[in-house]
Each structure stands twice: as structure tokens, then as C-alpha cells.
């Protein structure tokens, strides 16, 4: 193989400078994701079933912060109905905290190449 001509480009090709500004992408990408997990867990998702008599509220850390129930939801002779709004408020409003993590998530790597990070055992 001619020099220069490797992976490396022996100095002529100009890697050490993209490899720089890789480094420098991928330090800006973690600082980005920090202060972006720092917003999402200091957020709140709510979430409603049976028409608002259920109401659950999880935060970015998708935990349970509150669940507030009607009192007429509650029917001795039908639990299994409150058990299912339950279950359904609580998941949807996880579905939302997952999906502004998603959503945190491409904004920050939309204008990142990731093509180059595997040289680095990304």
C-alpha cells in the first residue's frame, strides 16, 4: 500500500482534523444530552382516561408522580373497569414521557454524522 494512501492517510489526508472535529461534535452531542435529561426529568406528563375520571401524571424519569381518581369512578360492584383506567392513563401518559425522550433525542443527533463514529467503537 502507497503512503498515504491507508486509513490513517499518513498525515496528508487531512484525518486528524476531521477526527478533531468529530471529538469536538461528539463533546458538544454529551453536553446537549445532559442538559436535555436534566429538562425531561424536571418535566411532567399527564395523561387521561374514562373521559378525565382517571387522571395520572409521570415525570421524564418515568416515574409515577400522581394519579388522581374521581370518586365517581369508583364502583364497588365494577373494580376491574377502575383498574383498567388506571392502567390506561398511567400508560399513556408514559408514552408521552418516552415520546419527548424520543423526540429530545433526534433533535440532538439529527446533525451528527454517525457514519464516521465507528472508527472509534461507537
Do not use: C, W
Amino acid at each position: 500500500m502507497a503512503k498515504g494512501r491507508g486509513y490513517m492517510g499518513g498525515g496528508h489526508s487531512g484525518q486528524p482534523i476531521r477526527q478533531k472535529d468529530m471529538m469536538r461534535q461528539v463533546q458538544k452531542m454529551q453536553e446537549d444530552m445532559a442538559r436535555m435529561q436534566e429538562e425531561l426529568e424536571s418535566a411532567t406528563f399527564e395523561a387521561a382516561a374514562g373521559g378525565g375520571m382517571v387522571r395520572a401524571v409521570v415525570n421524564g424519569s418515568k416515574e409515577l408522580a400522581s394519579l388522581t381518581i374521581d370518586p365517581e369512578a369508583v364502583d364497588p360492584e365494577d373494580v376491574e373497569m377502575l383498574q383498567d383506567l388506571v392502567v390506561a392513563a398511567v400508560n399513556e401518559a408514559l408514552r408521552a414521557a418516552e415520546a419527548a425522550s424520543s423526540e429530545n433525542m433526534s433533535k440532538l443527533t439529527g446533525g451528527l454524522d454517525l457514519g464516521g463514529l465507528g472508527g472509534f467503537g461507537f
